[in-house]
């Protein structure tokens, strides 16, 4: 079972059911990277993925819960976490004047690299 499964109000373990939450998680995530971050209304995401409102109710308590489970899913989030936990412990560890500054610069500036990348997914996934 994945963290996604295991925090979900039901875990999907029916075929069809997978099926289900698969594609309302692949909906938000498509919905996201097309709205440049915004996140979009549950009932977009319903209707993208082809079911009903309720039926996203059934594995998603609310769109933040739903939202995190996408984030936790995607690499370039866990990357982007990772990289700024590692960032700011080691401003932590180092208190030397500019420090939180020049972490804050290194990251804008690999945002930046990223962003440019052509592949528009990857862009787009960096830029929310």
Known sequence: ??????????????PRARQTYDALVNAT???????????P???????????????L??????????MATVHSDDQVFRAHRELLRAAGAAARRRPKPGARQQAEAALEALILVLSEDPDPELAAAVCE
């Open 57 to 66: 109710y059934r594995y998603f308590t609310d769109i933040r819960h739903l």
């Open 1 to 14: 079972m994945t963290t996604t499964e295991r925090d979900s109000i039901i875990t999907p373990i029916q």
């Open 29 to 39: 995530r498509e919905l996201v990277r097309e709205r440049r971050g915004a996140w």
């Open 41 to 55: 209304a549950t009932s977009d995401v319903a209707e993208r993925a082809g079911v009903s409102i309720g039926s």
